[in-house]
């Protein structure tokens, strides 16, 4: 009985492999019935009418090969991005679990009464539908609108310049360029892999394959952001070889807000080093002493003043300055230092920063035209931390007050230009001189370069070791802090990069721009006025 079972099944095994033979052979014959001809005369798949040969097939295969490629690493790299972000998240979700766990600071920072969406998607979608993407919202004025910044594959068109950066410019920061290749690629894997619900047919190419939009494919977009929602990205994108465009509208939404850190900063013992380099210019060190005075001898009091005085003459005037304010009010607290060498800024704050013996301290690096409130001291004490921070606030500068009052007799007293109006002055954001550093920081990094000689690169050099270091650095506008006017001179002996920097400034300096449009059409005005005289004498005779 199992033999003839045993039989039974080996037949069985041989007609089902000769039935799956006897198919196989239909699909071979079935397949060269219905392949297309292969001689040279033959029409290939693709437009009706026309023929391809194999360097196209070879061409359209490695435009694919090529294009699957950049696509694959351009997702491989969002792969890596959101495996970062990812565990970013996990390990301060972790801590924060760790601090609530151990009852340390337990309350969580709530920014409304609102209870928020237990879902973060519908959270995400509840900040789209608030930010102005598909409704626009009703404005009191024209100053309502948040304006967009344009931009293509290579250039940011920016609305917000200040007097140094430029209306087009390549974006600088690598945050900003990943944020916007970031956006391109986003919008393309929008358009390649379209949702049911996008308005938009899938298109075929020339040869009936899918067609796929690349980087090549954009055309510019713009952005915006709402601080307290998000940022609105649109992109347009389009082929060559088609008439409509792709349009793709991303937001990128705020999260709640979380806290980081609540500290307490006891800043009364603080002491700052206030270090002015100095050469001449005895005039300009009386009315800076005049506002030392004021400010840190009657108000702070936690003030040491070191003066680095280079050269001979007008030593002696600097000592009497400093004897005569220090002795009236019984204030001991100052050092100076006499170089008899030429003058160089950043060799002074190098011996003035040295010159402090008493173990760790702040420093102010200071110019004899800065006048300062005892509010940016205070300024200087929270935003600079040992090991941690350094701050460099940027400075509002003062315009020539002879042009700025030129309808005053004569101008006011400094005390009261210090206004921050648009024809007063400006934020000097191109500066870098100013700064508040520990001195254990500054003499880490190895202090200014000596190499550098004469007007302006020394403090651009030291705010560049410093951001190519692990220290945070803070950089602001600070009302405090004021650049009073002074008439400028570019030596000679500069090299052609420093005298541009420097006319570059001195220009900067003079006056708003609508100040000086008008004294450059002076004469055209007083022709004007000239003529409208005449013509009103002339009505009043007849």
């Given at each position: 009985m199992s033999r003839r079972g045993s039989v039974l099944h080996i037949r069985t095994h041989w007609l089902l492999l000769g039935l799956a033979l006897l198919c196989s052979l239909v699909l071979f014959i079935y397949l060269l019935e219905c392949a297309p001809q292969t001689d040279g005369n033959a029409s290939l798949p693709g437009f009706v009418g026309e023929n391809y040969g194999k360097e196209y097939y070879q061409a359209l295969l490695q435009e694919q090969e090529e294009h699957y490629q950049t696509r694959a690493t351009s997702l491989k790299r969002q792969i890596a991005q959101l495996k970062q972000e990812l565990q970013e998240m996990s390990e301060k979700m972790r801590s924060l679990q760790e601090k609530k766990n151990i009852g340390a600071n337990g309350i969580g920072y709530q920014g409304n009464k609102?209870?928020?969406?237990?879902?973060?998607?519908?959270?995400?979608?509840?900040?789209?539908?608030?930010?102005?993407?598909?409704?626009?919202?009703?404005?009191?004025?024209?100053?309502?609108?948040?304006?967009?910044?344009?931009?293509?594959?290579?250039?940011?068109?920016?609305?917000?310049?200040?007097?140094?950066?430029?209306?087009?410019?390549?974006?600088?920061?690598?945050?900003?360029?990943?944020?916007l290749v970031e956006v391109i690629e986003a919008g393309l894997e929008v358009i390649n892999n379209p949702d049911e619900d996008d308005e938009q047919e899938d298109e075929e190419g020339p040869l009936g394959e899918k067609l796929i939009f690349n980087e090549n494919d954009f055309i510019e977009g713009y952005y915006r952001t709402e601080k307290d929602k998000g940022t609105q990205y649109e992109l347009f994108f389009k082929k060559e070889d088609l008439m409509e465009y792709r349009h793709v509208t991303l937001f990128r939404p705020f999260g709640p807000l979380m806290k980081v850190k609540s500290e307490a900063i006891d800043i009364t013992r603080s002491v700052i080093n206030i270090i002015v380099p100095l050469a001449e210019r005895t005039e300009a060190f009386a009315q800076f002493m005049q506002n030392f005075r004021d400010v840190c001898i009657h108000q702070d009091k936690r003030i040491h003043l070191t003066v680095v005085y280079f050269g001979k003459e007008g030593l002696s005037k600097v000592k009497s300055i400093l004897e005569s304010v220090t002795s009236e009010s019984n204030f001991h607290n100052y050092t100076l230092v006499s170089l008899n060498e030429e003058f160089n800024r950043g060799r002074g704050l190098n011996v003035g920063a040295q010159a402090w013996d008493k173990g760790e301290v702040l420093m102010f690096f200071c110019d004899v035209d800065i006048y300062f409130s005892a509010e940016f001291l205070n300024s200087c004490r929270l935003n600079a931390e040992p090991g941690?921070?350094?701050?460099?606030?940027?400075?509002?500068?003062?315009?020539?007050?002879?042009?700025?009052?030129?309808?005053?007799?004569?101008?006011?007293?400094?005390?009261?230009?210090?206004?921050?109006?648009?024809?007063?002055?400006?934020?000097?954001?191109?500066?870098?001189?100013?700064?508040?550093?520990?001195?254990?920081?500054?003499?880490?990094?190895?202090?200014f370069d000596m190499e550098v000689k004469g007007w302006g690169g020394e403090d651009v050099h030291l705010y560049r070791k410093y951001l190519h270091g692990d220290l945070i650095v803070i950089r602001t506008p600070v009302p405090g802090l004021f650049h009073l006017w002074h008439e400028k001179h570019c030596a000679d002996e500069l090299t052609p990069e420093q005298y541009r920097m420097c006319i570059q400034s001195k220009a900067m300096n003079e006056a708003s721009h609508s100040h000086l449009g008008m004294m450059v059409f002076r004469e055209e005005i007083e022709r004007h006025l000239h003529k409208q005289a005449y013509r009103t004498n002339s009505e009043a005779i007849g």
């Open positions: 609102e209870q928020a969406p237990s879902d973060l998607l519908e959270f995400l979608h509840s900040q789209i539908d608030k930010a102005e993407v598909s409704i626009g919202a009703k404005l009191p004025s024209e100053y309502g609108v948040i304006p967009f910044e344009s931009f293509t594959l290579m250039k940011v068109f920016q609305l917000e310049m200040g007097l140094t950066r430029h209306p087009e410019e390549k974006p600088v920061r690598k945050d900003k360029r990943d944020e941690k921070k350094v701050f460099y606030p940027v400075v509002f500068s003062l315009y020539n007050p002879a042009i700025v009052y030129a309808n005053q007799d004569t101008p006011p007293p400094v005390e009261q230009q210090l206004v921050h109006k648009k024809d007063s002055g400006f934020w000097r954001d191109f500066g870098f001189g100013m700064t508040c550093q520990y001195q254990s920081d500054f003499l880490t990094i190895g202090g």
